[in-house]
């Protein structure tokens, strides 16, 4: 299989992790309770008898075993207009901004912030979720504060988002990386697509909040490199414009798990570090299945992906916000070098690496 591949390793000049603020924010719902809710929607759409007991043996098969996930959007199966749509993310950014700061006023942070970078995969607002931080926390993000908003990075959103606020100028002595995603804004029971309903199944609400600083600290976290790939799949993940809103969508749902286990093999066949020389990584892959097969590749045993797994039991797959609660949680541990490994629509991977401050 032939890849397109840019590939990006960069070496980063004294930034360190200082705080990473990981919520737990929306009403839990667990795959048995969750499937109980789809079952009457999947039993009345407009499908041949065949067909649909195929698709509700699909849906639960991917909602088998204990999981659970994070809702911020109450009447998720309800939105049936773009209003609808958009309100519910509006207000799910609203809630997660509140646990944001409510959990970042109890760390030590900086006396101001010099940037605020934002980002979001599901959604769209303006003024954006930068401005709405700003407006929420005037105290230490001041007026002249350099505010931007990230959309469409995916899963991949939340490393993208550390590697860009990792190279801002010297000027920006501390930024504020913060990451909203509510997969459920973008429900649509009504669909057939049966790509629109692994969405459904596999996704959950989060949110995250890193600060990053050009002053070193014991016990923080140094950014020492990281590593992007972007192959030349831009059609696997995406999203596809339904009736009133866009939902999730892959171009080849049966070849979709293949497709994603060459491209992230090809890039980390370009990444140069040692196979397994790491105290703790952090995965983030589309499935379990996935995550496994990563697992052999990078040389790790099974006890190394106990973090990620945890994770996604906990909290399903939360896009890019799922990557620094696996961070925050192994950086709390004992692990002295950490690496990360996300991947997501593009195709594109994302790495890096970090060490604890003696």
């Not at 429900?187 to 049966?194: E, G, H, L």
């Not at 999203?239 to 994603?260: H, M, N």
């Not at 060459?262 to 890039?267: D, G, L």
């Not at 990584?281 to 379990?288: D, E, N, S, V, Y």
């Given at each position: 299989m032939a890849f397109f591949g840019l590939w990006h390793s960069w070496h980063l000049m004294g930034r360190y992790v200082r705080a990473i603020c990981a919520p737990v924010i929306g009403v839990e719902w667990a795959n048995d309770a969750l499937l109980e809710a789809l079952l009457p929607y999947v039993r009345t759409l407009p499908l041949a008898a065949p067909e649909r007991l195929s698709l509700e043996n699909f849906v639960r098969l991917l909602l088998i075993g204990w999981r659970t996930r994070r809702i911020l959007c109450p009447d998720f199966l309800e939105l049936r207009s773009f209003s609808d749509?958009?309100?519910?993310?509006?207000?799910?950014?609203?809630?997660?901004?509140?646990?944001?700061?409510?959990?970042?006023?109890?760390?030590?942070?900086?006396?101001?912030?010099?940037?605020?970078?934002a980002i979001s995969s599901t959604g769209n607002l303006l003024p954006g979720i930068a401005d709405r931080l700003a407006e929420a926390w005037p105290d230490r993000i001041p007026a002249e504060a350099l505010l931007v908003d990230v959309s469409n990075g995916g899963c991949t959103s939340g490393a993208r988002g550390l590697r860009l606020a990792s190279r801002l100028g010297p000027e920006y002595k501390n930024v504020l990386l913060a990451?909203?995603?509510?997969?459920?804004?973008?429900?649509?029971?009504?669909?057939?697509?049966?790509?629109?309903?692994?969405?459904?199944?596999?996704?959950?609400?989060?949110?995250?909040?890193?600060?990053?600083?050009?002053?070193?600290?014991?016990?923080?976290?140094?950014?020492?490199?990281?590593?992007?790939?972007?192959?030349?799949?831009?059609?696997?993940?995406?999203?596809?414009?339904?009736?009133?809103?866009?939902?999730?969508?892959?171009?080849?749902?049966?070849?979709?798990?293949?497709?994603?286990?060459?491209?992230?093999?090809?890039?980390?066949?370009?990444?140069?570090w040692e196979r397994g020389r790491a105290d703790a990584?952090?995965?983030?892959?589309?499935?379990?299945m996935l995550l496994l097969s990563l697992a052999k590749k990078l040389g790790l045993e099974r006890q190394e992906l106990e973090p990620s797994i945890r994770h996604f039991r906990k909290f399903s797959n939360m896009s890019g916000a799922s990557l620094l609660h696996i961070l925050r949680d192994l950086w709390i541990s004992d692990a002295k070098e950490l690496r990360w490994l996300a991947m997501g629509a593009g195709f594109h991977v994302e790495a890096g690496r970090g060490k604890v401050l003696e």
């Open positions: 749509h958009a309100a519910a993310f509006e207000a799910a950014v609203t809630e997660a901004v509140r646990g944001l700061r409510r959990e970042l006023d109890q760390m030590e942070v900086p006396a101001v912030f010099d940037a605020v970078v990451v909203v995603e509510v997969p459920t804004s973008l429900t649509d029971p009504c669909s057939v697509d049966r790509a629109n309903w692994q969405g459904l199944c596999t996704f959950g609400d989060g949110a995250a909040a890193v600060w990053l600083s050009d002053e070193p600290a014991p016990g923080a976290l140094e950014v020492d490199r990281v590593y992007s790939w972007h192959s030349g799949l831009p059609e696997l993940i995406r999203w596809q414009y339904g009736p009133s809103y866009y939902r999730f969508a892959v171009s080849d749902l049966g070849g979709f798990e293949q497709k994603v286990r060459n491209a992230v093999f090809a890039a980390i066949g370009h990444f140069d990584w952090a995965l983030h892959p589309a499935g379990m």
